[in-house]
């Protein structure tokens, strides 16, 4: 069965970074689209970055330029590198992932981590 482990969350000053983790097992990594989603308080959860299985890359306008995404197929393991972080950064960012195909639509994400809570300070 799949399943996904987020690590790396923490508190941080604006402007810092934080590089998060997402170790992936149960399943052939390589088949899967591994994405980032996160979610505020009093928020809907929303698309932040993807990166399919010939690691092109994907992001939301919002993170655009400040936020990375990156695999490493040989680890099974996502990463999401954040940099220039703001206030409004703040949420409890999730790792999720799908077969073969990338998508912004959280409903199309079958597997889910717990989440990580990321808390950006001014």
């Known amino acids: 069965q799949e399943q996904l482990v987020e690590s790396g969350g923490g508190l941080v000053q604006a402007g810092g970074s934080l590089k998060l983790s997402c170790a992936h097992s149960?399943?052939?990594?390589?088949?899967?689209?591994m994405a980032w989603f996160r979610q505020a308080p009093g928020k809907d959860r929303e698309f932040v970055a993807s990166?399919?299985?010939?690691?092109?890359?994907d992001y939301s306008d919002s993170v655009k330029d400040r936020f990375t995404i990156s695999r490493d197929n040989a680890k099974s393991r996502a990463y999401l590198q954040m940099d220039s972080l703001k206030p409004e950064d703040t949420a409890v960012y999730f790792c999720?992932?799908?077969?073969?195909?990338?998508?912004?639509?959280?409903?199309?994400?079958?597997?889910w981590g717990r989440g990580t809570q990321v808390t950006v300070s001014s």
């Open positions: 999720t992932s799908r077969p073969f195909r990338a998508s912004k639509n959280q409903g199309d994400f079958p597997t």
């Open positions: 149960g399943s052939t990594f390589d088949w899967y689209v």
């Open positions: 990166i399919d299985r010939s690691s092109r890359t």
